[in-house]
């Protein structure tokens, strides 16, 4: 025996209207914590890369935990009712979800290196003189890390990381962050203040295009159930049908 998807077929009008009742529902109640994570995420990440206080840090990685389930609990039951999986309405011949994951993974990427780049400019920083005291080879970074010593206000930081390398026991300008005396910045350059400026404009406008898809596309996903509960649009079904297999 062998088993295929035969297309062309529509569930009954009362049951697509229940299944877009149900999702209508479900988005509604899921849209407060989808919005409010979904902003949490899109902002913890680049601030975290300046904040050193430990709620950023773990909103960074709380914020995608529970939105995945969350956009799943939304989506998938207005597949079910709207027949998204199948793009025969008119209104979802496009893919959204892709262009919406996408450009929010890279927005956010975008904006985490601008961030990081521009750190020394966004965040309060006291310029001082660093000794470097060791380096050693780093596989990751392809180059080499290094070490060193300074003092902040009286206050003696030993061991930290250093933004740049140089030869053990020469002295470098560096900025220390000025909530955590261990945190150092190399000086912004005008080249890399540039580059951080152009990186988050790319960051920006992939965003921006995220959110627009995004809202787009919950408009259209809003008219298409409000079709189906009225009975203005029909939702495709997937029937199994059970065939002999030939000897």
Request: hydrophobic letters at 45%; aromatic letters at 6%.
């Amino acid at each position: 025996m062998s088993m295929y998807q035969q297309g062309g077929q529509t569930l009954p009008p009362e049951e697509a209207a229940r299944k877009a009742r149900v999702a209508r529902m479900l988005r509604r109640l899921l849209a407060v914590p989808f919005w409010a994570l979904l902003a949490l995420f899109l902002v913890s990440w680049p601030v975290g890369e300046v904040d050193a206080t430990t709620g950023w840090h773990v909103a960074r990685f709380l914020a995608p935990l529970l939105l995945l389930p969350i956009t799943l609990l939304r989506t998938m039951p207005t597949t079910r009712a709207v027949g998204l999986s199948h793009y025969r309405n008119r209104r979802f011949r496009r893919r959204p979800g892709w262009l919406v994951a996408c450009g929010f993974l890279f927005g956010v990427v975008a904006l985490s290196a601008a961030t990081n780049i521009l750190a020394p400019a966004l965040v309060p920083t006291i310029p001082v003189n660093a000794t470097v005291t060791r380096c050693h080879a780093d596989a990751a970074r392809e180059g080499s890390e290094c070490f060193g010593s300074w003092t902040v206000n009286g206050t003696r930081e030993v061991g930290r990381t250093l933004p740049v390398t140089a030869p053990p026991g020469s002295t470098l300008r560096i900025n220390v962050s000025q909530e955590d005396a261990g945190l150092a910045y190399a000086p912004l350059s005008g080249g890399r203040q540039v580059l951080g400026v152009a990186v988050a404009a790319v960051g920006v406008l992939v965003t921006g295009a995220g959110l627009y898809e995004l809202l787009a596309t919950r408009g259209r996903i809003r008219r298409g159930l409000d079709d189906v509960i009225a009975g203005r649009a029909t939702v495709p079904a997937r029937v199994l049908v059970v065939r002999p297999r030939r000897r």
